[in-house]
């Protein structure tokens, strides 16, 4: 089946270039069973759910001089096993040599003639644990219509359910002249919509319809584009093809108290941690960090939607996401400060009222985590880069056990990309009662990332001293 590409999907494919592939990650530690996790188990697996999310098995084929938006088509040459890979560490790998894994792996675009996506089972991993690392292109995950693999692939019992026997017969390609015929009689019809989509060929700014078509509301984003351009930092750099990445992990029941402590919201507490290891993190470097200094954060808020929730379904929308910028008050050197400022900000955003609470979210069919985060830096790439300086996604989690292939899903870490000028980017995943930081930076602009766990955890604590 032909489908052409929405305009932001259209905007998405062609954003990005060798220095910043557009894709949403994911990695999952797992614990590995007695009878081990099998490569052609994760298949097995991967197959029964592809009917849930039809874009894995379609490829994107471009229009003859651009005169119409690409299309998808069925890929009917799909092989599973290029998507889903084997690797391995030196047993017994440890959690730095995944992290190299994992960074080497993100900074590869993905391979454009072929359907967006790919996944590694890797083994080899100390304490008889595995991982598998996703990543999809943004154009793939809208959040409504099409959602991220990991989506779908978690269950909440350990026994995954059984689905029926999957028949899919690829639809015959579409010619060049078929697909250039489709574009004439589009520009004949349609022609003002033609025209704007040859001039959307990444834009810095998305116009109305755009953002409409995006989910967002217009009236929010004007409000946010009044802030202007982001302060200076050495977040924001020329961002080189190699990557960085590591990860942190803290109890989600720290974060609760502060929030019960100080009456904010959890993801208030977040960004003040972040704030002050960013604080820290800047005079470690030498950094003039001045009183009033701020870094400024674009941090998606997730929305209700506008029409009821359906957990029957994996294919309805989940949420809206709203734009969300914040300045992270690095120059306040108090912690309980620091969180009383974002907290007020975050009142002030006209869409606080309408937030989703994390029962809600956790209610849905699937793992939603690793939509929601695609559709955070959805949201993050409708703005121009020099408003803000980092992208921090947050979303919540199932809060009990959840099982990929019948095996313990132990952690779970998003994997952003870096936008352009951007060297650092940070998601935020709450799961069976612990926070997951997934960071993601420029290897050249931050070689000194490996100082970020420790410096989120001494913030939390600057936080949990005040609150006792």
Known sequence: MVTRLSASDAEFFRLENTSTPMYVGTLSILRRPRSGLSYETLLHTVEQRLPQIPRYRQKVREVTMGLARPVWIDDREFDITYHIRRSALPSPGCDAQLHDLVARLGSRPL??????????????????????????????????????????????????????????????EPSGRALLLGAVGEWITRPAEQLAAVRSTVTHLANADQLVAAGHRVADIARTLVRGTAPSSPLNATVSRNRRFTVAGHRLEDYRSVRARYDCDINDVVLTVVAGALRNWL???????????????????????DADLDSSSPGQAISQVSPFLVDLPVGEGNAVVRLSQIAHATESHPTAPSLVDARTIVTLSGFAPPTLHAMGIRVATTFPARQFNLLITN??????????????????????????????????????????????????????????????????????????
Not at 130 to 137: D, F, G, R
Not at 283 to 305: C, H, I, Q, W
Not at 431 to 440: M, T
């Open 395 to 468: 979303v919540p989690g199932a809060q009990k056990q959840m099982f990929v292939a019948g095996t313990k899903l132990l952690e779970t870490y998003a994997v952003p990309p870096l936008l352009h000028n951007q060297v650092l980017a940070i998601g935020v995943t709450s799961y069976n009662g612990e926070l997951y930081f997934g960071i993601n930076a420029d290897r050249d602009a931050m070689s000194d990332v490996d100082v970020l766990p420790g410096l989120l955890s001494e913030s939390l604590e600057e936080l949990l001293d005040a609150a006792r």
């Open 283 to 305: 005079l470690s470097r030498g950094e003039p960090v001045t009183p009033t200094a701020t870094v400024r954060a674009m941090a998606p808020m997730s929305v209700y939607p």
């Open 111 to 172: 391979d454009k003639s072929r359907p967006l996506w790919e996944m590694y089972l890797v083994e080899g991993l100390a304490k008889n644990r595995v991982a598998i690392y996703t990543k999809s292109h943004q154009a793939l995950v809208n959040g409504m219509t099409a959602l991220e693999i990991g989506h779908v692939i978690a269950d909440r019992t350990q026994k995954p359910p059984s689905f029926g026997e999957d028949i899919w017969i690829p639809a015959r």
